[in-house]
């Protein structure tokens, strides 16, 4: 089975820290993907990366930058954290091509306060 | 831009009974998912459907492709309480990145 780890469950962090998301897949999947769901909006797409140093822009890229030093690891970065950042953060994972699914880690729950 | 939209958003089910959730998306799609999340917990893959007309089962639901509609189903057969959860749909066309539904909230009651 695939298995997406992501760093910490539940998070607290203060305005205006930087704030890293670490994500960790162990099935050797080339795409990498960071989340956020909030009620009533379902999932936003943030950032995601098909290959080592590669990303794209997601919907909402503002406020947030992505790391991929290495192909099992995606690193979501919050630069200076506002509260309207708090929010459940998901990473996911597929393999090469469009078509694959996308499996999800167990999310981190972030509050800014 | 490609949109999702599912219906109904909340849905209260008694055991036994029969029910269908809607997948309406607004561009050409090449793929539809269905995902299922229970409180607390990450998203659980639960369909691919990537061509018209695919049909796919898996216990006591059914997933259902239409492209020409882009219309995706998902039916909910003699529901019981273990289906209780929130169910998405996705879609995506000609690159990595997914629109997911709001999500379905499914409660089956006694």
């Known amino acids: 089975d695939v298995k997406v780890t992501q760093s910490s469950r539940y998070l607290v962090k203060r305005t205006g820290e930087k704030v890293f998301l670490e994500c960790v897949q162990d099935?050797?999947?080339?795409?990498m993907f960071w989340y956020r769901q909030d009620p009533g909006l379902g999932l936003r797409l943030i950032y995601f990366?098909?290959?080592?140093?590669?990303?794209e822009k997601g919907d909402i890229p503002e406020g947030y930058s992505v790391s991929r030093e290495k192909k099992e690891r995606f690193s979501l970065i919050l630069e200076s954290a506002s509260t309207n950042q708090t929010s459940m953060y998901l990473c996911?994972?597929?393999?090469?091509?469009?078509?694959?699914?996308?499996?999800f880690g167990d999310g981190t729950r972030l509050s800014i306060l | 831009e490609l949109k999702v939209e599912q219906n109904p958003l909340f849905l209260s089910m008694q055991e036994g009974k029969n029910y269908t959730i809607y997948c309406n998306y607004s561009?050409?799609?090449?793929?539809l998912y269905w995902y299922r999340q229970d409180p607390g917990k990450s998203l659980e893959s639960l369909f691919v459907?990537?061509?018209?007309?695919a049909v796919k089962q898996e216990g006591r639901l059914m997933a259902s492709l239409d492209t020409k509609a882009r219309l995706s189903t998902l039916h909910i057969t003699a529901a019981v309480h273990d289906l209780s959860a929130t169910y998405f749909c996705?879609?995506?066309?000609?690159?990595?990145?997914?629109?997911f539904g709001k999500g379905t909230k499914l409660s089956v009651i006694p």
């Open positions: 996911a994972s597929s393999l090469f091509g469009e078509r694959q699914p996308q499996h």
């Open positions: 459907l990537l061509s018209n007309g």
């Open positions: 099935m050797d999947h080339e795409n």
């Open positions: 561009t050409t799609s090449d793929r």
């Open positions: 990366s098909y290959d080592v140093k590669m990303k």
């Open positions: 996705s879609s995506g066309a000609g690159s990595y990145q997914l629109t």
